[in-house]
T-cell receptor, first 110, second 120 residues
């Protein structure tokens, strides 16, 4: 069964706006990761946040983690057309198994 | 430094034939994962292997599907007697460590570009 559920399922914004997508999960985790997938391509790792961290930044990306609510958010600031992709969260919970969410399809309009 | 290599990128099979998908992990990686993705959906875990060992195949159908990661050579995902429902993208990922810990820098997965299987 899927561990993570992203919302919204699809998001369409104008270039320059910020994009926020959320991920909820069900069980306790060791870390949560966000990945990006361009159409027809493999997934690319964006950022990892550990269960004892609350916020992390990487360039235009900001990830938060709320373990009490079992949720995470990914914020992409000043979006660009090239950010158009699907974004997935993945969780691990002390085992090797990375469980992926259902993804948010982001479209950034130029 | 080559990434994860999957081949073939596209494979067309008729019902009842066999599909064999190959994955060469990144250099130095000994952990391999196979995932399946249907259009517009997320990735479904299939199997996790280390060199010469299947660690967890709980996501793989018990019939017709098998996976291996021999001491030498790529990991192979094999689907026998394919059916139309097997049509999907199959992604391989590798990692250097099974899990990120405070003393390890990364626990990220490195993905190949996928093998897209179409069953006619």
């Amino acid at each position: 069964s899927q561990q993570g559920e992203e919302d919204p399922q699809a998001l369409s914004i104008q270039e320059g706006e910020n994009a926020t997508m959320n991920c909820s999960y069900k069980t306790s985790i060791n870390n949560l990761q966000w990945y990006r997938q361009n159409s027809g391509r493999g997934l690319v790792h964006l950022i990892l946040i550990r269960s004892n961290e609350r916020e992390k930044h990487s360039g235009r990306l900001r990830v938060t983690l709320d373990t009490s609510k079992k949720s995470s958010s990914l914020l992409i600031t000043a979006s660009r057309a090239a950010d158009t992709a699907s974004y997935f969260c993945a969780t691990t919970s002390g085992t090797y198994k990375y469980i992926f969410g259902t993804g948010t399809r982001l479209k950034v309009l130029a | 430094n080559a990434g994860v290599m999957q081949n073939p990128r596209h494979l067309v099979r008729r019902r009842g034939q066999e599909a064999r998908l190959r994955c060469s992990p990144m250099k130095g990686h000994s952990h391999v994962y196979w995932y399946r993705q249907l259009p517009e959906e997320g990735l479904k875990f299939m199997v996790y292997l280390q060199k010469e060992n299947i660690i967890d195949e709980s996501g793989m159908p018990k019939e017709r599907f098998s996976a291996e990661f021999p001491k030498e050579g790529p990991s192979i995902l094999r689907i026998q007697q394919v059916v139309r429902g097997d049509s999907a993208a199959y992604f391989c990922a590798s990692s250097a460590a099974a899990e990120a810990t405070p003393t390890r820098r990364t626990g990220e997965l490195f993905f190949g570009e996928g093998s897209r299987l179409t069953v006619l």
